[in-house]
């Protein structure tokens, strides 16, 4: 399993499109992120588009499941190398809770929610 901690994440959608984005710092272009994305465009493509400043993270996955708490987020990725990544990240109550709801948009029946102090 790979770790990675942030301190800053921002959950949004446009239309049909979902992503969340982790980072360290604000608006810095040096800084580490990570990205999540799907769509929901087309029915039949059920991969989701993951994206890092670390290139062995880019590119579409099946994420098989995901497990949020108030800590971190972990996705289960079978078909890659690496299994699953746990990103952890700091964010207060409104954030959280619009992490929550894009992450069930994005990931329906496949999110857990795992106790706060698992």
């Given at each position: 399993m790979i770790r990675k901690e942030f301190r800053i994440v921002w959950p949004s959608e446009s239309g049909d499109y979902f992503q969340v984005?982790?980072?360290?710092?604000?608006d810095s272009p040096e800084t580490d992120y990570f990205l999540l994305q799907c769509q929901f465009?087309?029915?039949d493509d059920e991969n989701f588009y993951i994206e890092s400043n670390?290139?062995?993270f880019w590119g579409h996955v099946q994420v098989?499941?995901?497990v949020l708490n108030r800590r971190w987020l972990r996705l289960e990725m079978a078909s890659t190398?690496?299994?699953s990544i746990e990103i952890a990240f700091t964010a207060d109550e409104e954030v959280y809770?619009?992490?929550a709801r894009v992450l069930s948009t994005m990931f329906e029946d496949r999110l857990r929610h795992a106790r706060h102090d698992a």
């Open positions: 984005l982790f980072e360290q710092e604000a465009e087309d029915p670390d290139t062995q098989e499941a995901a190398k690496w299994k809770a619009e992490l």
